[in-house]
């Protein structure tokens, strides 16, 4: 297994299996990995002649410093995770320096307005933060195909934007949400959860899919209005967000049309841990 500190490195080496006409499967990660990371390493595996995973906290994305500070970084478990896949991932870990030079700023990006819905209104600059992260990678690493689950479907929709928007020669392959047997969607914020939050919180994919089976028969109002109930009675959950909106456009929804797709989405804080999830609702 090789690790890539820095960028010249990693291009260097990329440059050489190109011209070996090989194939570069690549899952950017910001560590910590876990078996939902692990399911997007295997698809690029599967599919291509090489995977690539980088291991970068970007500290553009974060709009919470303490958040930054808190998030683990365990880069030698995270190497001896993905050696169990295969010991020959590349690893790309560089510093901040390496990524940002002496610039630690965020580009301005306009994502067609997926970037003010959701997240966007609760975390400001976020999705500048992130789209200036992956692009950058995106010209380090140069992949063929990139993998990205949907449990942040919304970056999933703005990183399929950006390739678009700016015409990156890479293809995006969604990937199913990765869950606990309790059903909470992995994270990596999963093992900062103190045992009662931990125990409590599949409670938000419980609800996420009762509101898919009521979304059948009643208005998304209704249901909207039913999720916030149930969490109000909840003791250690606070609810911050559940909407449901188009699948495409993400704007929420004010009348559903049988010619739409719909998901719910959700923001939780389990004490001082914000968790996030989302369903296909049609």
Same mark, same amino acid.
């Given at each position: 297994?090789? *690790?890539?500190?820095?960028?010249?490195?990693?291009?260097?080496?990329?440059?050489?299996?190109?011209?070996?006409?090989?194939?570069?499967?690549?899952?950017?990660?910001?560590?910590?990995?876990?078996?939902?990371?692990?399911?997007?390493?295997?698809?690029?595996?599967?599919?291509?002649?090489?995977?690539?995973?980088?291991?970068?906290?970007?500290?553009?994305?974060?709009?919470?410093?303490?958040?930054?500070?808190?998030?683990?970084?365990?880069?030698?478990?995270?190497?001896?995770?993905?050696?169990?896949?295969?010991?020959?991932?590349? =690893?790309?870990?560089?510093?901040?320096?390496?990524?940002?030079?002496?610039?630690?700023?965020?580009?301005?990006?306009?994502?067609?307005?997926?970037?003010?819905?959701?997240?966007?209104?609760?975390?400001?600059?976020?999705?500048?933060?992130?789209?200036?992260?992956?692009?950058?990678?995106?010209?380090?690493?140069?992949?063929?195909?990139?993998?990205?689950?949907?449990?942040?479907?919304?970056?999933?929709? *703005?990183?399929?934007?950006?390739?678009?928007?700016?015409?990156?020669?890479?293809?995006? =392959?969604?990937?199913?949400?990765?869950?606990?047997?309790?059903?909470?969607?992995?994270?990596?914020?999963?093992?900062?959860?103190?045992?009662?939050?931990?125990?409590?919180?599949?409670?938000?994919?419980?609800?996420?899919?009762?509101?898919?089976?009521?979304?059948?028969?009643?208005?998304?109002?209704?249901?909207?209005?039913?999720?916030?109930?149930?969490?109000?009675?909840?003791?250690?959950?606070?609810?911050?967000?559940?909407? =449901?909106?188009?699948?495409?456009?993400?704007?929420?929804?004010?009348?559903?049309?049988?010619?739409?797709?719909?998901?719910?989405?959700?923001?939780?804080?389990?004490?001082?841990?914000?968790?996030?999830?989302?369903?296909?609702?049609?």
């Amino acid at each position: 297994m090789k *690790i890539f500190t820095e960028l010249k490195q990693i291009k260097k080496f990329i440059e050489q299996l190109k011209l070996d006409k090989q194939s570069v499967g690549f899952v950017p990660t910001m560590g910590a990995l876990h078996p939902g990371h692990l399911s997007l390493v295997s698809e690029a595996l599967a599919n291509n002649d090489v995977a690539v995973v980088s291991i970068f906290v970007n500290p553009t994305q974060f709009d919470n410093a303490e958040d930054l500070e808190k998030y683990p970084r365990t880069l030698e478990n995270d190497a001896a995770l993905l050696r169990t896949l295969s010991p020959d991932i590349l =690893i790309y870990a560089p510093t901040v320096e390496d990524i940002y030079q002496n610039n630690v700023a965020a580009e301005q990006f306009s994502f067609d307005g997926l970037e003010n819905e959701m997240e966007g209104k609760f975390r400001p600059g976020h999705f500048d933060g992130v789209g200036t992260i992956v692009k950058r990678l995106f010209e380090i690493v140069t992949p063929d195909h990139a993998y990205f689950g949907e449990k942040d479907f919304q970056q999933l929709a *703005i990183i399929k934007k950006l390739v678009e928007k700016h015409r990156i020669p890479v293809r995006i =392959i969604p990937c199913a949400i990765h869950r606990e047997v309790s059903g909470l969607a992995m994270s990596s914020r999963n093992t900062r959860l103190k045992p009662a939050y931990k125990e409590a919180a599949p409670f938000i994919y419980k609800t996420l899919e009762s509101a898919k089976e009521q979304f059948g028969t009643k208005s998304a109002n209704t249901v909207t209005e039913w999720v916030h109930s149930e969490f109000a009675k909840h003791d250690l959950l606070e609810l911050e967000y559940f909407i =449901i909106a188009d699948a495409e456009t993400l704007k929420t929804v004010k009348r559903k049309s049988k010619q739409k797709k719909y998901r719910a989405f959700i923001a939780v804080y389990a004490d001082d841990i914000r968790l996030i999830d989302n369903i296909a609702l049609n």
